[in-house]
T-cell receptor, first 113, second 114 residues
């Protein structure tokens, strides 16, 4: 059983461009969480999604950030008009049902020049 | 609101020595508790968790943590560390009524020296 997959692993964007981060949860998992890790900091919750639904987006910045988890395909975290402060590692985690244990992917490291 | 405090940002220790990484949390309701380990440039791996039952939980690689409700702590311990234990360790809590989203501490970097 493959683990949580994220791609790309590294992403470089210039200020003003768009970044699209993908997360494929573990097989059989229908719940996805996104977290952001700023340099030298812990992880901060961003958004929790189920298939076709955003359940909790209390950690998402109000502007430029959006997330989706379509019926088919991976979950996507989209950052429009990136700024240098968006440079961070973005981690996706999945769980099979609404339960307490989450399994993390390897992360996408975004660098904004 | 919940919060997690890891007081030690870095813990240097010699190989084969014991270590304790401290974690305290604040919450007005029952929480689930976790320790995750992050090796350089990698994702987080679940080390151990406390959900209910026995307050002492163990991992397969020799780590253990004890849930202490009165002190709101979940310290991580290992009696004898290896060089390969060098990593960042994160304590986290979640709640059933809060979508199980994880609230993380700031992390403790364990540095094992030969």
């Amino acid at each position: 059983n493959a683990g949580v997959m994220q791609n790309p692993r590294h992403l470089v964007r210039r200020r003003g461009q768009e970044a699209r981060l993908r997360c494929s949860p573990m097989k059989g998992h229908s719940h996805v969480y996104w977290y952001r890790q700023l340099p030298e900091e812990g992880l901060k919750f961003m958004v929790y999604l189920q298939k076709e639904n955003i359940i909790d987006e209390s950690g998402m910045p109000k502007e430029r950030f959006s997330a989706e988890f379509p019926k088919e395909g991976p979950s996507i975290l989209r950052i429009q008009q990136v700024v240098r402060g968006d440079s961070a590692a973005y981690f996706c985690a999945s769980s099979p049902i609404k339960e307490e244990t989450q399994y993390f992917g390897p992360g996408t490291r975004l660098l904004v020049l | 609101a919940q919060s997690v405090t890891q007081l030690d940002s870095q813990v240097p220790v010699f190989e084969e020595a014991p270590v304790e990484l401290r974690c305290n949390y604040s919450s007005s309701v029952s929480v689930y508790l976790f320790w995750y380990v992050q090796y350089p440039n990698q994702g987080l791996q679940l080390l151990l968790k406390y959900l209910s039952g026995s307050t002492l939980v163990e991992s397969i690689n020799g780590f253990e943590a004890e849930f202490n409700k009165s002190q709101t702590s979940f310290h991580l311990r290992k009696p004898s560390v290896h060089i390969s234990d060098t990593a960042e360790y994160f304590c986290a809590v979640s709640r059933e009524d809060s979508s199980y989203k994880l609230i993380f501490g700031s992390g403790t970097r364990l540095l094992v020296r030969p």
